[in-house]
């Protein structure tokens, strides 16, 4: 007898994450889908028209770029290869789980789909796992912007029939060539600083060395920043009852003599006379749709949140369906998306519901695009689908995406600024204020609108003005001011430089590896030295325009006009005769990085002044078991204090106000950084609640109460394992203690 073994077989769809396979799976089932899983990792079977589908997911990056061989420490290195990231990376050993259980799944495949996010990265990720992991040379290729049913329906009803070979190879490009360019200049950096005989890590990129440069020449105008006086002219005066301050016409006097004669003409007039009211009525046009880079800015306007974490949130939202992919740099919102079904779905919402009345209203009106395009996606916009459970931040950004959606197809606010010239003994002060008239997207935007508001009185021509006081204002000129997360980021955009993905993360590298540090950010000893080092020896390795080249002939191979192999011949020799020119100068290199190094570490690690000997400085060490911070005049002075193991700790920069020891910033994971100071005994650690602002207030002396024992100490409330009690501030040198009768015994 001849038994036939039917093998149930289907297409397998893989996604970029877990999130994104369950929606699309959700999205896809005419009925319902069904979860399994495979050593943990999920995967869904469903049925969609006569055909049976599997969805399996990824954990982004499944393979990456590595060494064919290791030979050793050595540069350049160009022969390498894609593996499995598992292998080459020990924090990436988790997405082993996730290969294997695609390795599976594939077997009883007969069709292959890739659903991951249709831009370089998303392309890269699917190519690999079809190539390497499946072992096809094609397959479908799914794309849309927002993961809801009726979009995943209509893109995998219209999947086109090949993987998208442009994004493909210019994004393999793109690794290739960060590949080239991190590993051969991060080993010629660490091998200089091995040259001096110590070592440390060093790192740099294609993008990481021209942003470091950008920060670096910050610093330099900032410091070479000679202020040059200047001097203005106030005028104080009175309208009936409202205050009226104005500036002589000429603002800026930069010859001291010519602000006092206008001071001497007009330093005993009591009145002044309006002689001229100027008004104009201007109309501000509604903001442009979110692409990532204004949506990060704003939210760090906004919500002071980094720019990395808002494309995390971003992100984040994207695959609850909650808004459309956010890693686009386009400004315009094309008529595909639905606006009317969009403005109906956001009615449902309760926060929403009056403002997208508003618009429904009226004929549909269009949005303000702006001229940034994006060939994969369109701008950043709402799905109208209500969240649900969002933390405070996500809840933040959702609420700005959905607002920044209505206003831009809200109608331009009508503003007005009144210019009004007052005469005070025929020397011209000048007033002006701006008020809005038609709030029009403002509306819509609110609270988010930050504009200044200055309504002057009812003036009318020849109105008097009571003089109270003429006086001469002394100022200079500021220096350039620093780069914040945000703005760094749009400077980098500028000037094309890195993508939209990658900026962020290239400002949060710089960060750890000490170059930079500050909110307002500021290159340091390492950051500033190793700039200058590379300018004086290796120029090329910063160079912003060779950088830019390479963006766009990326471009290019995108758009199918050039071949992968092309520019990964011409980055080759580039950063070979660049290798060439850095070995010429190793040693010099190497020694002038390695004092760099030394003075950052000195610079990052202080902390204060040792209160105990007053001579030393407190800094932050590592031992045997773990971080420390003690005196540097060890073994003369032997002041040593612990600090905890589970937080990042970083210097204050400042001193307890309560005890004078230095304080520290313990930074742990997804809270805010907590301050506190390293002296165990301070009076602040040893109360709680109410009573410990009463400590506090004893220990600065704004409550007097002293210790009847030593007269010297006040007493405080502590505590101990038998419970609370009241005692010296000088324990343990005084050991007096009350006990505790009542709450109300500090009253």
Known sequence: MIYQILVFMYELIITEKPNAAKRIAESLADGKSIKETINGVPYYKLTHGNKDIVVACAVGHLYGLAEKEKKGWRFPVFDIEWKPVHETNKSAAFSKKYLNAIKKLCKNANEFTVATDYDQEGSVIGSNIIKFACNQKDAYRMKFSTLTKDEIRDSYKNKMRHLDLGQIESGEARHFLDFFNGINYSRALTAAIKSTGTFKIMSTGRVQGPALKIIVDREKEIKAFVPKPFWQVQLIGEHGVREVIAFHKGDKFWEKSKADEIIEKTKTEKDATICKIEKKEFSQAAPFPFDLTSLQVEAYRCFNIAPKETMDIAQELYTSGLISYPRTSSQQLPPTIGYKKIFNDLAKQKNYLGLSKKLLGNPMPSPN?????????????????????????????????????????????????????????????????????????HNFYAPYVKLEEVELPDFKEKDEIKVKKIELLSKETQAPKRFTPASIIKELEKRNLGTKATRSEIIETLLQRGYIQGKAIEATNLGFSTIETLEKYCPKIIDEELTRHFEIEMDKIRDRQMKKEELLEEAKAAISKIIIDFKKNEKEIGAELQKANRETQDEMSFLG?????????????????????????????????????????????????????????????????????????????????EAGKQAKAIAK???????????????????????????????????????????????
């Open 609 to 689: 002044i040792c209160p105990v000997c007053k001579e030393g400085n407190i800094a932050l060490r590592r031992g045997k078991f773990g971080s420390f911070a003690a005196c540097n005049r060890y073994p003369d002075c032997k002041t040593i204090f612990s600090i905890p193991k589970n937080a990042l700790i970083k210097p204050a920069k400042k001193d307890c106000e309560v005890c004078s020891y230095p304080k520290v910033l313990a930074i742990k994971k997804a809270r805010q950084p907590m301050e506190f100071c390293l002296n165990p005994k301070c009076p602040t650690k040893l109360v709680e609640g």
């Open 369 to 441: 695009n702006g001229k940034k395009t994006d060939p994969a996606h369109p701008a950043i916009f709402p799905t109208g689908i209500a969240p649900k459970g969002l933390k405070d931040k996500e809840a933040n950004v959702y609420d700005l995406i959905v607002k920044r959606f209505f206003a831009t197809f809200a109608e331009p606010a009508v503003r007005e600024t009144v210019f009004v010239d007052i005469n005070c003994n025929n020397e011209i002060f000048i007033t002006k204020g701006t008020r809005t008239i038609e709030k029009g997207w």
């Open 701 to 747: 002396g704004e409550v007097k109460r002293k210790c009847p024992k030593c007269n010297q100490g006040d007493i405080v409330l502590r505590s101990s394992i038998y419970g609370k009690f009241y005692g010296c501030s000088l324990y343990p040198k005084c050991r007096h203690t009350e006990k505790l009768q009542n709450s109300e015994e500090f009253k």
